[in-house]
C-alpha cells in the first residue's frame, strides 16, 4: 500500500458536465502529480502541484484545473467533459524532483466513464 | 514518430521461465529510465531506475539500458504467477516534471 487514496474510485458523467476527483498524499510528501490514464495507454502527464503552486502540466486543455491544500492533498476538476475524457486518473505523491529516480507513490485511480 | 514504443502483449509465459520486456524511444533528451508494474485495478508501482547505459540487478530483475540504440529492457528471471501484471517503461529528460511512460505490455505466468 503507497498511502496515498483517491476517491471516488469509479463514477459515470454524462458529456458536458463537470467532474471533481480529490487524492490524499504520502505522509511526508509535498507533491501531487495528476496522469490520465486510456484503456490500453500508458499515463500521461496532466499536471503536478508542489506546495499549493501549479508547477508544470501537460498537452491538456484548461478545462482540467487543480487545487492543491496545506494539508498537500489535491483535487483534479474537469469542466466540459468530452466522450474522450473517459479514463483512469491517477494521483502520484513523492518529494519535489522524484522523477530522477522514479520515486512517485500512485494511488489506485479515479475511474471516470463519460457518456 | 511516437516517442516511445512498447509491444503491449499480452505475452504468456511458464512459471520459471526468463521474460524479457522491451522499450524503444526516439526523444535524445531521455536520460533517465524507469520500470513500473501495475496490477489490474491498481496504479503503477516502481520496480527499478537507472540513469547509465549498462545493466542493473535487483533480485529477479535486471534493467538493460543502451543509450545508443535507444532500446531498454526489463528482464525477468525465475518467473512467478505473482510477477503477472502490466509492465510500463517510463523515462524522464531531467528537465521540467513530467514522465513519460509507454503503452506496457501486459504479462501473464502460468503455473
Known amino acids: 500500500e503507497t498511502g496515498v487514496t483517491q476517491s471516488p474510485t469509479h463514477l459515470i458523467k454524462t458529456r458536458g458536465q463537470q467532474v471533481t476527483l480529490r487524492c490524499s498524499s504520502q505522509?511526508?510528501?509535498?507533491?501531487v502529480s495528476w496522469y490520465q490514464q486510456a484503456l490500453g495507454q500508458g499515463p500521461q502527464f496532466i499536471f503536478q502541484?508542489?506546495?499549493?503552486?501549479?508547477?508544470g502540466r501537460g498537452n491538456f486543455p484548461p478545462r482540467f484545473s487543480g487545487l492543491q491544500f496545506p494539508n498537500y492533498s489535491s483535487e483534479l476538476n474537469v469542466n466540459a467533459l468530452e466522450l474522450d475524457d473517459s479514463a483512469l486518473y491517477l494521483c502520484?505523491?513523492?518529494?519535489?524532483?522524484?522523477?530522477?529516480?522514479?520515486?512517485?507513490?500512485f494511488g489506485e485511480g479515479s475511474r471516470l466513464t463519460v457518456l | 514518430q511516437k516517442e516511445v514504443e512498447q509491444d503491449p502483449g499480452p505475452l504468456s509465459v511458464p512459471e520459471g521461465a526468463i521474460v524479457s520486456l522491451n522499450c524503444t524511444y526516439s526523444?535524445?533528451?531521455?536520460?533517465?529510465f524507469m520500470w513500473y508494474r501495475q496490477y489490474s485495478r491498481k496504479g503503477p508501482e516502481l520496480l527499478m531506475y537507472?540513469?547509465?547505459?549498462g545493466n542493473k540487478e535487483d533480485g529477479r530483475f535486471t534493467a538493460q539500458v543502451d543509450k545508443s540504440s535507444k532500446y531498454i529492457s526489463l528482464f525477468i528471471r525465475d518467473s512467478q504467477p505473482s510477477d503477472s501484471a502490466t509492465y510500463l517503461c517510463?523515462?524522464?529528460?531531467?528537465?521540467?516534471?513530467?514522465?513519460?511512460f509507454g503503452t506496457g505490455t501486459q504479462l501473464k505466468v502460468e503455473l
Open positions: 502520484a505523491s513523492s518529494l519535489l524532483l522524484a522523477e530522477y529516480t522514479g520515486e512517485l507513490f
Open positions: 517510463a523515462f524522464f529528460t531531467g528537465g521540467g516534471n513530467k514522465l513519460t
Open positions: 526523444n535524445s533528451a531521455f536520460q533517465y
Open positions: 502541484y508542489y506546495r499549493e503552486e501549479e508547477n
Open positions: 505522509s511526508g510528501h509535498n507533491t
Open positions: 537507472t540513469y547509465s547505459s
